[in-house]
């Protein structure tokens, strides 16, 4: 039987990091983040801190959990060893017909969106382009890991260097860099305050979505031990200073006012300072941008499948790897055509509600699998260890607790907005009947 093969650097493990986060998030999260916080930029900044915050301490939790179990599948076997099958399960059912599905639609339809900025695309156009792009990333996945590990690398420094200059010139052509000290309050006081800053995270969130992804490749990593902790902390760390920087210079070029007002901020500033011409160099950043994003989803997420397949909890045809391209080619499939049906359904900002709420419930889990996880493996020594343990992984998990508690809140209060996070929690709670069937089957061939 063919298994997958060892083939990502300490490199492309960092450059897949980088990459799955940067995709179309930071080009038009921070005029939305603004106005859910009544226009202050000291309170977006914070967002934005916060965030990123949150990712470095799951980051930093998830490294130890991959370099002491590198295999293939990374928060659904963190969430099995950890606290079972069932919760294991959830997760990956969810990442199949909501995280990594939606991501990859979500993705899919901002592509045209911005394509749209460069050529005029009628409706069917622009549904047949989401399509084929998913289609181009998934051929390239079946391909090999290699192949697609390299075209990630590739467009990870391209996208990167391009919102480094694109800041630079925003800095430098910007006239508002003085209004932003008078926009550091805020209005916002008591639950309003903890519920719209709450509300923003979500934003943010999406746009640093996508570190974990790289945990469902450590079957595929190189000396993972060492390579997770180097890859996620540069990473973290990296992005942090890059976002910062970029909703800087949004601000600086269009002043607070102006930002909070548009939903493509990036195209904005860059035609309100530098002229028409540069919102199509920013559209066609964000088209490499959100490519490179998609096929770092799909080169990952597939892993979860695989390793559920392998523990007789999902079709066995995904446990499969390709005899010549070494890779789980039916699991890259299977993701890519779901992901095509989704692009037809829901508008963006509805597909990134559902993701990001389902998503967090079980990153906070995977999280608070550490703690089983070291008492299960009690006087062993550890490749790595999370700084500041237990403090680290406790307050990334409360703050996951506290982001999906928000976004039940909001969703009790006004249904019809967030009837996508109902939706998820409808989703997540499908997965029981379908994890019953499957150990039912499981058990069904054992006996025969």
């Not at 603004?34 to 990712?55: A, E, K, N, T, Y």
């Not at 963190?78 to 990956?92: C, E, H, K, N, Q």
């Not at 559902?354 to 889990?365: A, D, M, S």
Request: net charge positive; aromatic share 12%.
């Amino acid at each position: 039987m063919t298994n997958l093969v060892r083939t990502i650097q300490l490199r492309d493990l960092l450059y897949l990091f980088v990459g799955s986060v940067i995709g179309s998030g930071i080009f038009i999260a921070p005029g939305l983040i603004l106005r859910q916080v009544h226009g202050s930029v000291g309170l977006s900044l914070l967002v934005w801190i916060v965030g990123g915050g949150l990712s470095l301490l799951g980051a930093l939790t998830y490294a130890e959990l991959a370099a002491a179990n590198p295999e293939a599948g990374g928060l659904y076997c963190y969430i099995r060893d950890g606290f079972g099958p069932l919760p294991a399960f959830l997760y990956g059912w969810c990442l199949f017909v909501v995280i990594a599905s939606g991501t990859i639609a979500a993705l899919a339809r901002a592509f045209t969106k911005y394509l749209n900025e460069i050529v005029q695309l009628g409706e069917w156009q622009s549904n047949a382009i989401s399509i084929g792009m998913i289609l181009v990333v998934t051929v390239v996945n079946v391909w090999g890991t290699r192949q697609s590990a390299n075209l990630q690398n590739i467009t990870t420094a391209i996208k990167a260097g391009l919102v480094v200059l694109l800041s630079v010139a925003l800095f430098f052509a910007g006239h508002h860099g003085r209004e932003l000290g008078t926009a550091i309050k805020t209005d916002l006081h008591g639950f309003s305050l903890l519920s719209s800053f709450g509300l923003a995270m979500i934003a943010a969130l999406w746009a640093y979505e996508g570190w974990q992804f790289g945990t469902y490749s450590a079957g595929e990593v190189v000396d993972a031990e060492r390579a997770f902790p180097k890859a996620f902390l540069l990473g973290s760390l990296f992005l942090i200073g890059l976002y910062l920087v970029a909703v800087l210079a949004y601000l600086v070029a269009l002043g607070p006012a102006a930002a909070s007002m548009t939903d493509a901020i990036a195209a904005t500033a860059a035609k309100a300072v530098l002229g028409e011409w540069a919102g199509k160099l920013v559209a066609a950043t964000i088209l490499i941008s959100v490519f490179s994003s998609t096929n770092s989803v799909i080169l990952t997420a597939p892993r979860v499948f695989y390793a559920m397949a392998k523990d007789n909890l999902f079709f066995q045809k995904l446990a499969e790897v390709h005899p010549r391209f070494q890779t789980p080619a039916a699991s890259v499939i299977s993701l890519g055509v779901l992901a095509a049906i989704l692009t037809q359904a829901g508008k963006f900002s509805e597909l990134v509600e559902g993701v990001i709420f389902v998503g967090w419930i079980f990153y906070g889990l995977a999280g608070a699998a550490i703690f089983p996880l070291r008492r299960k493996l009690a006087g062993k020594t550890l490749p790595y260890q999370v700084p500041g343990y237990p403090w680290t992984p406790i307050l990334f998990v409360l703050s996951a607790i506290a982001i999906v508690g928000n976004a039940i809140y909001r969703a009790t209060i006004d249904p019809a907005q967030f009837r996508h996070v109902l939706a998820a929690l409808a989703f997540l709670a499908a997965g029981i009947p379908v994890y019953l069937f499957w150990r039912w089957k499981s058990g069904a061939k054992s006996v025969s």
